[in-house]
């Protein structure tokens, strides 16, 4: 698989995985002196994004308007346990719209359990860079591959 390839399946991954079900990533260690439950509020940005697949990896930056936009996120956490994630989605006419959803969330040690219309996400806190992430495995033309995307405040 060439490098090229391995990021056009990784970015479409992205785009699927921001509207499907996800699993966490990271360690299940959480550091004491962070208190995830009040760290956690607050507006949340996707960042960076790797893939590996057949022993290629790849690493994306994203922002809201660069290069990899279609698979920006952003989550913005309430201290009433709401959440609303929002990114770019393109209707059927191909037009990319800034679409929004309100769900909630739980705080379970380092791990954040985000509920949408379409189901629950796992995300992991890591104490240790202060990020949140979370991972999808897919099996794309028999070729298996692994994404974790990060956020940061």
Excluded: H, P
């Amino acid at each position: 698989m060439t490098k090229m390839n391995l990021l056009r399946i990784l970015t479409i991954m992205i785009v699927t995985i921001l509207s499907v079900g996800f699993v966490s990533c990271g360690g299940d260690d959480v550091d004491e002196t962070i208190n995830v439950n009040s760290y956690i509020i607050g507006t949340w940005r996707s960042f960076k994004a790797t893939g590996y697949a057949q022993g290629e990896s790849v690493t994306l930056d994203i922002s809201k308007n660069g290069e990899y936009s279609s698979a920006y996120l952003e989550l913005v956490f309430n201290s009433d346990g709401t959440v609303i994630g929002s990114n770019w989605q393109q209707d059927s006419s191909g037009v990319s719209r800034w679409v929004s959803e309100k769900g909630n969330y739980i705080v379970n040690g380092n791990m954040v359990d985000v509920t949408f219309s379409d189901g629950t996400a796992s995300l992991t806190f890591d104490a240790s860079d202060r990020t949140l992430c979370f991972r999808a495995a897919q099996n794309v033309n028999g070729t298996n591959i692994t994404i974790n995307l990060f956020l940061r405040k």
